[in-house]
């Protein structure tokens, strides 16, 4: 036999790649996947495609991925334009009735469309919703207890809302059939209102409805990291506690790891919050031995 020449040997590669592959799809296969797209990962056109591309790839391979994306920095843009100061307390923004205005126009309209072209780009069916729809995810004031000067007080968050009720028939309907559904975090309040809902927040509660098998966190850091500034490849929810009262997870990295700790308790498997800005993040974390980022179990 000829000896392989490297452009062979990468051929080879692959297809042992592929081939590692199999046990992870008969893991997953026709399993529920919930997956958080930060607007920190959204990152480039590029980013974009790959992630489009790896969510079609599930698909086809009878995973059942559910998407529920942000948008911050996008939001923060369109404020911006509008002159509308904005503030953040404990990684969630405080929302009056113009700022859920703009959040919902940015998250349902631009940024959803722009997610469910992209993956309809690469052959896959996408539908976009946001919680409003078919009553997905119904919310109430969230209030926050927070400390300052030593005092625990309340903050008003103003339309910032935490799911109370989720209705997933919807999303349950699309489950084996070709369509991917794409969720903006927007809820529905009893009396007409309209809720900006933290986009972790909104992964967490879906994925806790769907009795998710994985809820993937797509940030634009490696994973959680400890004191000593590495990432964390596999935290209790005890060690989460500890490191969210000692200040080492702080802002933007609360609402996920609180997020992750409710979907546990919620009946979700396991979490994990990982770099969505890394090429194809969600397939080396489900269908190879590589993984990625932090994994989180009850
Ligand atoms: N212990 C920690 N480990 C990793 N990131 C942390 C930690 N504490 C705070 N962070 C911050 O949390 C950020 C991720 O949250 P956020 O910016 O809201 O992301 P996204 O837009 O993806 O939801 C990181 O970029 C980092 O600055
Ligand atoms: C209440 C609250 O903070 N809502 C978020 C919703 C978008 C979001 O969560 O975006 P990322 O995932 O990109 O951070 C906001 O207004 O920014």
Partial sequence: MNKPTAHTRDWIATARTLSEALPYLQRYDGSTIVIKLGGHAMGS???????????????????????????????????????????????????????????EMVLAGKINKHIVQAINAQGGKAIGLSGKDANLMICEKDITIAERDGERVTIDLGFVGRPVEMNPEILRSFLGSDFIPVVAPIGAGRHGETFNVNGDTAAGAIAAAMKADRLLLLTDVAGVKGSDGTVLTTLSADQVRELTATGVIAGGMIPKTQTALDAIDGGVRAVVILDGRAPHAVLLELFTAHGAGSLIRG
């Fill in 45 to 103: 056109d590029e980013a974009m495609e790959q992630f489009a591309r790896d969510v079609v790839l599930m698909k086809q391979c009878n995973v059942n991925p559910v998407i529920v994306h942000g948008g911050g920095p996008m939001i923060n843009d369109m404020l911006k334009r509008l002159d509308i100061q904005s503030e953040f307390i404990d990684g969630k923004r405080v929302s009056d009735a113009a700022t859920v205005e703009v959040v």
